[in-house]
């Protein structure tokens, strides 16, 4: 394989990163969940104040994966830590270091941004991509569960109710 190329994502990339989500949710045996739309992806990755980020990883001028990443904080470290949510190499150019290549210039940002952590989560039954963050040295967080609301319970939240109705 060629030089590997890592660039900050364009708005010109906007198709392309739709194109990517929808390769890795299909991946994740979760295509039905995709909302994202272009001008989704425009407000949020290009927006005037953009709060995430993308990149993009070529080799020969074709794009073959992206990450998406963002800045969250701790008030332990007192420092900014960089989340990676979504990490995607085609299936075509796996295991040629697309995939390290764009982990080593995430940790490259982390370190230059000060951050304490470096964080992304892996779905349980993903066992080719667990093997290779614990090739990495990356250690799992078993003592925290992630707990996610979306839809109804949000916005039952948001308005104030105290338990979703049965």
């Known amino acids: 394989m060629s030089a590997l190329k ?3 994502a364009t708005e010109r990339d ?6 990517f989500v929808r390769e890795l949710a299909i991946y994740e045996k979760a295509e039905h969940e995709v909302l994202a739309t272009p001008d989704h992806v425009r407000n949020t990755l290009f927006g005037a104040n953009p709060a995430v980020f993308g990149l993009i990883c070529e080799v ?6 992206f990450a998406v990443y963002f800045f ?3 008030t332990w470290q007192g420092r900014h830590g960089l989340y990676l949510e979504d990490l995607y190499v085609t299936p075509d150019a796996r295991g040629h ?3 390290k290549a764009l982990l080593q210039h995430l940790a490259q940002i982390a370190m230059d ?3 304490g952590r470096f964080e992304w989560s892996v779905l349980d039954w993903n066992t080719p991509s667990i093997e290779f963050y614990d090739s990495l040295g990356a250690l799992p967080q078993n003592e ?3 707990y996610r609301m979306t839809g109804d319970a949000l916005q039952a939240l948001a308005a104030g109710a105290q338990k979703l109705p049965a």
């Open 144 to 146: 925290w569960i992630r």
């Open 6 to 8: 890592i660039r900050p």
């Open 60 to 65: 020969d001028a074709k794009a073959i994966g």
């Open 14 to 19: 906007i198709d392309l990163i739709l194109q």
């Open 113 to 115: 941004k000060d951050c």
């Open 72 to 74: 969250n904080y701790s």
């Open 97 to 99: 270091g697309a995939g």
